[in-house]
């Protein structure tokens, strides 16, 4: 998954949970368990979703060694 896509992701579900249809990246589900995310993925008929938290802000950090 790309930052632009994580970004976007952040924004429209910041802080939840969310079930990611694997074959086509769609959101199938969100909530605030993975239970509930789970479960809405279920309703649409998708399986086996990846299951994620989605942070409340997101951002790219560098690692570097002082």
């Not at 079930?19 to 199938?28: D, F, M, N, Q």
């Not at 789970?38 to 649409?44: F, P, R």
């Not at 086996?48 to 790219?60: G, S, W």
């Amino acid at each position: 998954m790309t930052s632009a896509k994580l970004k976007k992701l952040s924004e429209k579900y910041p802080n939840q949970w969310v079930a990611i249809k694997e074959s086509t990246g769609e959101v199938v589900g969100n909530g605030k368990s993975p239970k509930e995310a789970y479960q809405k993925s279920q309703e649409k008929g998708v399986k086996e979703p990846v299951i994620t938290k989605i942070p409340k802000d997101y951002a790219t950090y560098i690692l570097t060694q002082i």
